[in-house]
C-alpha cells in the first residue's frame, strides 16, 4: 500500500515530507522529525489549553494574526504599539547608560 503525500510543511521540522498514513492521520516521513504526529496532534487532539509547536508559529501565522487583531480593534493596536515603543525606548536607554548589556 502507498500513502499519498500531503502539501505543506512539518510543523516540527519543516519539511515537506507529510503523508497520509494509516487512519487518515498527516504524518512526516522524516527519521529525524522530533514529533512526525505533530499536525495529527494540532488537528485531531484536543489539548486542554492553547497548545502551538514552536515550529508551527511562522512569521506569516503571527503577521496574518497581529493583522486581523488590529482591524478588529485598531484602539487595542495602537495602545500595543505605543507600549511597544515605550518598551524600546527604555532598553535603548538601559543600553545607553550601560545598565543592560
Ligand atoms: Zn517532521
Known sequence: MTFPDVQGHCPACGATSLFLADGGY?????????????????????????????????????????RDLARLDPEWWRCELERMARTAHAVNQQIAMGSRP
Not at 487532539?45 to 508551527?56: D, E, F, M, S, Y
Open 26 to 66: 498527516i504524518t512526516c516521513s522524516r527519521i529525524e522529525c522530533p514529533e512526525p504526529d505533530a499536525v495529527t496532534n494540532l488537528l485531531v487532539r484536543k489539548p486542554a489549553g492553547p497548545r502551538l509547536a514552536v515550529g508551527a508559529v511562522t512569521r506569516e501565522l503571527l503577521q496574518t494574526a497581529i
